[in-house]
């Protein structure tokens, strides 16, 4: 069984920082991707940045120069360093890895349980 539990979420105001973080547990072979999504109130799911195994990182237009993404592999946890944030970033952010278990070793898709950022004016 594989689980990933989320922290760091807050309230903040505009221009302020915050650090999410997000750990997996569990019979754990390999991780391959992480990332963090997330969906404010009344719109889709959007993704919003990814770091491979490798340490390769992409973000979405929006966050990029204000939003670093890392990952510590030894903790199997991944990182969000939110810097400068706008009331636009508030959201309930969901942490995502690819996951092979020991047991299958078939890379499955996990989320986090989402923790909320609120950015206030």
């Known amino acids: 069984q594989v689980q990933l539990a989320e922290s760091g979420g807050g309230l903040v105001q505009a221009g302020g920082s915050l650090r999410l973080s997000c750990a997996a547990s569990?019979?754990?072979?390999?991780?391959?991707?992480m990332g963090w999504y997330r969906q404010a109130p009344g719109k889709q799911r959007e993704w919003v940045a990814l770091?491979?195994?490798?340490?390769?990182?992409n973000y979405v237009d929006s966050v990029k120069g204000r939003f670093t993404i890392s990952r510590d592999n030894a903790k199997n946890t991944v990182y969000l360093q939110m810097n400068s944030l706008k009331p636009e970033d508030t959201a309930v952010y969901y942490c995502?890895?690819?996951?092979?278990?020991?047991?299958?070793?078939?890379?499955?898709?996990?989320w986090g349980q989402g923790t909320q950022v609120t950015v206030s004016t």
């Open positions: 569990g019979s754990i072979a390999s991780i391959d991707l």
């Open positions: 770091i491979t195994s490798g340490g390769r990182t």
């Open positions: 995502q890895m690819t996951i092979a278990g020991v047991s299958t070793r078939v890379p499955w898709n996990y």
